[in-house]
């Protein structure tokens, strides 16, 4: 699939999310907890990332947005 997508000249993934958040619509969250559970610092985390949040943050930032992906 990867390889059709590639040969469409269809973006990826990454490319996809760039697109997005330069609209201005998208902000990105990172977990907190999974971080220090998995040894991520914030220089490991692409650029494209907002904030660093906990459940209860997010949860609260999370209350006013129209859509809501958690992933």
Avoid: H, N, W
Avoid at 5 to 16: A, F, I, W
Avoid at 36 to 46: A, G, N, T, W, Y
């Amino acid at each position: 699939m990867k390889k059709k997508l590639q040969e469409m000249k269809y973006p990826t993934l990454y490319e996809m999310l760039k697109r997005m958040k330069a609209s201005g619509l998208l902000k990105i969250y990172a977990c907190s907890p999974t971080m220090e559970m998995f040894d991520v610092k914030k220089e490991d985390l692409i650029p494209e990332v907002d904030k660093i949040a906990g459940a209860a943050a997010f949860l609260d930032l999370a209350s006013d947005a129209d859509i809501t992906l958690l992933v």
